[in-house]
């Protein structure tokens, strides 16, 4: 049997001397016919997203659309055919891996590991191991960011191993050279958008075919692609459209999940592409996606639905903060782009306790990377009881309390835990109330609380939560419980306008200002919720000017640590302006609040590459958007 690790290893599974293969670098070349199939057990691997006829380096071929995409481009006036590139970039989190484990010698073991989806990581180690997943208890712990990079176990399952050779605790700590060689970064991609209109803007066909290079192993779980692709049209009316996902094997690193998994990649190409579009009909880019704009009610390009879409209010703040349409000096361009985001499904947990003293103590196993989690949960709970978040206590649990959890990821947080914690909230207020109804002899619908406070108003009597209590003869203790296996149907819109000057002697390109609009819903903590507007446009804007993860010829990364990896520091940071629109009917989160945590960073690089082309004409579709580039096709341009 032939290794299928990169070719500088030379011994195969049994031991034998192999021969060097050529590396196989190219995701094009990789799904040719007569291709070396990198992976060719791969027909006995469990939880492929689609099954699979033969074994191939194409592990994963998956489609959404409606309509006919053929008579589509028939009705068509104009037809416009793109292909775009995006570049490998890595999460860059503050805090590399790391993970402690403490095995015993029936198997069993203690991990604490800074994941975001200890449960998940859990299924991982058990399936990897063969140990019952009850076995092993992982810790929560404080992460030091995330941006979809501690999804997966790659540290925990060596960890494991070497503490049960060594009989001890072992402690495994990633450095940022080990982070950029080995780590999940975002996978590059080839995509081509093809685009049919009628002379009025409608847009009549729209194909968008993904190629995506995972690298040589899909993040270690073949069931992971990038549902992202599958709505990358935007949030348009398009009566035909066909959207296909390739998902490829290569010698190159194994790529994973980076915020809004997909999204970056489709939505640079989908929003670069309409800029394309409407340029050639001769039309305001603004109006034209107007023009083509979602509302309530009208199918998705891939035949699903959002629920009170507000994507008009989202373009319009935007261009008013802006001044798109206003003069520009030279040089200076601007450029809009959008997206859309809807909430992933999860399980979480909440559970309330309000003890014997009064005083309210929560207690969940989900961990916070970074987003705030923990401040939602203790700040729903408050609203409910009508306690400030500072008097309220959390404690974060380990795997034994519950038997599952999703933990976050997917702009799902406050949709899961935030439903969690109301739910907990409500029912502890509901019993306080019960209890309170029968210690003053009156209906529990005459009852409110405040800091502390059971109130009845009519009489003016009031008892202390801990009052309460007493009279109950227990503590009060609730469970809040939230499962959905569904995206939400109700999703944010985020329009982004960059403005820029490209200096036309060397391409050089400078970012002077960034308009975020979003349609969020209610925001439950504006501090924290204005952090992840910034941190998404800020990621979004060294994906589209400055961050490549770089190869050699033999596929061996050259960008091995983060001053090489080149992320925006603050001297590249525009004045950013934000706006955030409350005011929708309903929203997948307690309060109507909608998400926020990725849908900030996907239309940035768009915005960035059509600022460029309005400002010197040339067009970027391969990102980074460098100012080699722009100095190339400037070049090329001017003859």
């Not at 404080?142 to 990079?149: A, K, P």
Request: glycine residues 10%; charged residues 20%.
């Amino acid at each position: 049997m032939r290794t299928l690790c990169i070719p500088s290893v030379f011994i195969g599974y049994n031991g034998e001397a192999l021969d060097e293969m050529t590396p196989l670098l190219d995701p094009e070349e990789a799904v040719k016919d007569g291709s070396t199939v990198l992976h060719p057990e791969l027909l006995s691997y469990k939880g492929l997203p689609v099954p699979v006829e033969k074994a191939s380096n194409l592990f994963a071929y998956l489609k959404w659309g409606k309509g006919d995409i053929e008579a589509g481009f028939k009705q068509a006036d104009l037809i416009v055919e793109n292909t775009f590139t995006t570049q490998v970039t890595h999460q860059s989190y503050l805090e590399p891996h790391a993970c402690v484990a403490d095995t015993r010698a029936d198997g069993s073991a203690d991990i604490w590991s800074c994941s975001k989806t200890p449960f998940a990581v859990r299924g991982q180690l058990s399936n990897c191991i063969g140990i019952a997943k009850e076995k092993l208890i992982f810790h929560p712990m404080h992460i030091g960011g995330d941006f979809g990079g501690k999804g997966g176990f790659m540290d925990v399952a060596l960890a494991y191993f070497l503490s049960k050779k060594a009989g001890m605790p072992v402690k495994m700590v990633m450095d940022y050279t080990e982070e950029l060689t080995a780590g999940n970064p975002r996978h590059a991609s080839i995509i081509k958008v093809k685009t049919g209109v009628k002379k009025n803007g409608a847009i009549v066909a729209h194909h968008i075919d993904f190629l995506f290079d995972s690298g040589a192993y899909a993040s270690m779980k073949p069931a992971g692609y990038l549902i992202g692709a599958s709505t990358c049209a935007g949030p348009y009316k398009i009566a035909n459209c066909l959207i296909e996902e390739r998902m490829v094997y290569t010698n190159k690193i194994p790529c994973g999940h980076m915020r809004a998994p997909g999204d970056p990649q489709g939505f640079f190409a989908n929003e670069s592409q309409l800029d394309i579009v409407a340029r050639k009909l001769g039309m305001d880019p603004a109006e034209f996606k107007r023009k083509n704009m979602l509302h309530d009610g009208d199918e998705t390009p891939i035949g699903g639905h959002i629920s009170h879409i507000r994507g008009d209010e989202a373009l319009d703040k935007a261009i008013q903060m802006a001044g798109f349409n206003k003069a520009k000096p030279k040089n200076v361009g601007r450029g809009l782009a959008f997206s859309e985001w809807s909430p992933s499904g999860g399980e979480g947990s909440v559970f309330v306790t309000i003890e014997e003293d009064g005083k309210i103590k929560i207690i969940s196993p989900v961990v916070d990377q970074g987003a705030g989690v923990l401040t939602v949960i203790v700040e729903v709970v408050g609203e409910e009881l009508q306690v400030p978040a500072d008097e309220i206590e959390l404690k974060q649990v380990d795997s034994t309390i519950v038997p599952s959890d999703g933990g976050v990821g997917g702009s799902r947080a406050t949709r899961v835990y935030g439903n969690a914690s109301f739910e907990a909230g409500t029912k502890a207020r509901e019993e306080l109330f019960l209890f309170a109804a029968q210690a003053l002899e009156v209906d529990p619908k005459e009852l409110s609380t405040d800091r502390g406070l059971i109130w009845h108003k009519p009489s003016k009597r009031k008892l202390s939560f801990a009052e309460v209590i007493k009279f109950k003869g227990a503590p009060i203790y609730v469970r809040g419980y939230y499962k959905s296996s569904e995206k939400s149907h109700d999703a944010s819109v985020s329009a982004q306008i960059a403005e820029v000057h490209v200096d036309p002697e060397t391409g050089q390109v400078t970012l002077r200002n960034m308009i975020s609009a979003h349609t969020t819903g209610k925001v439950i903590n504006p501090l924290m919720h204005q952090g992840q507007v910034e941190g998404g446009v800020v990621f979004g804007l060294g994906y589209a000017l400055t961050e490549e993860v770089l190869f050699d010829d033999g596929g061996k990364i050259t960008t091995s640590n983060l001053g090489e990896f080149k992320i925006p520091n603050i001297t590249d940071i525009p004045p950013l302006k934000t706006h955030v629109a409350e005011s929708v009917p309903s929203g997948p989160g307690p309060y109507n609040s909608l998400a926020i945590g990725e849908v900030a960073n996907t239309p940035t690089a768009a915005a960035v590459a059509n600022a460029v082309a309005d400002a010197c004409g040339v067009r970027i579709t391969d990102l980074p958007v460098t100012s080699e580039k722009v100095y190339q096709a400037l070049r090329q341009q001017n003859g």
